[in-house]
């Protein structure tokens, strides 16, 4: 069974800085699809960026960028000038390409601190 | 404006009285996904939907069942809450799942469920 891991319970970083979110994961498929959602407090859950793992180039979404390392099985979050509205839970997920049913497997998040 | 609605934002109510959470949604998706996310956890996916086939995940208890009459609604019954199933109860909508075209899921901002 395909497990996701984010061992950094907290991080905190300060306004304009980098801050980066490590995830980490076990699977022994080849084929499958990574995501980074993000959860403020009271709202709904977000899209924040996405690897398909049979892509060698690392995902950017303006200043969110990730580092996917698929051999290491590392999927970490890279936020650039930060933003206090980027204060949330940030969860890593999982999607096998086996799956037919689109099941997202979540890390247990890290809760980002932005601080002014 | 909202694509994925859930109702209500919080819902009390007694140990062992049925309870039914609605999702609704805008997007005509073909896929309805109910999570459970427990205070500080990742969400654990309870059941989804793809059109009209019901999949249940293979642990997730018999006290919660899920309806969907039409495209649009979703859902989740509990036929006797327990005080352990008191959580934010999150709905997700994808067009297809993940395997076909990467299809990301859209949540809406969930249910507070609390038990008395």
């Known amino acids: 069974a395909q497990t996701v891991t984010q061992s950094q319970p907290e991080m905190s970083v300060q306004e304009a800085e980098t801050v980066t979110l490590s995830c980490t994961y076990d699977t022994s498929e080849s084929d499958y699809y990574l995501f980074w959602y993000k959860q403020p407090p009271s709202r709904q859950m977000i899209l924040v960026i996405r690897q398909e793992a049979y892509k060698q180039q690392n995902a950017t979404e303006n200043r969110f960028s990730v580092n996917f390392q698929k051999a290491a099985k590392s999927f970490s979050l890279k936020i650039s000038d930060s933003q206090l509205g980027d204060a949330a839970m940030y969860f890593c997920?999982?999607?096998?390409?086996?799956?037919?049913?689109?099941?997202?497997?979540f890390g247990q998040g890290t809760t980002l601190q932005v601080k002014p | 404006d909202a694509m994925v609605i859930q109702n209500p934002r919080y819902q009390v109510t007694q140990f062992g009285k049925p309870v039914t959470l609605s999702c609704s949604q805008t997007l005509n998706h073909n896929v309805m996904y109910w999570y459970q996310q427990k205070s500080s956890q990742a969400p654990k996916l309870l059941f989804h939907?793809?059109?009209?086939?019901?999949?249940n995940e293979a642990d997730t208890p018999d006290n919660f069942q899920s309806r969907r009459p039409n495209t649009s609604f979703c859902f989740l019954d509990i036929r006797s809450p327990g005080l352990g199933d008191a959580a934010m109860y999150l709905c997700?909508?994808?067009?297809?799942?993940?395997?076909?075209?990467?299809?990301?899921?859209?949540f809406g901002d969930g249910t507070r469920l609390s038990i008395l």
């Open positions: 939907y793809y059109d009209k086939d019901f999949n």
């Open positions: 997700a909508t994808s067009r297809e799942p993940l395997t076909k075209g990467n299809q990301p899921q859209h």
């Open positions: 997920a999982y999607n096998s390409d086996s799956s037919n049913t689109g099941k997202l497997i």
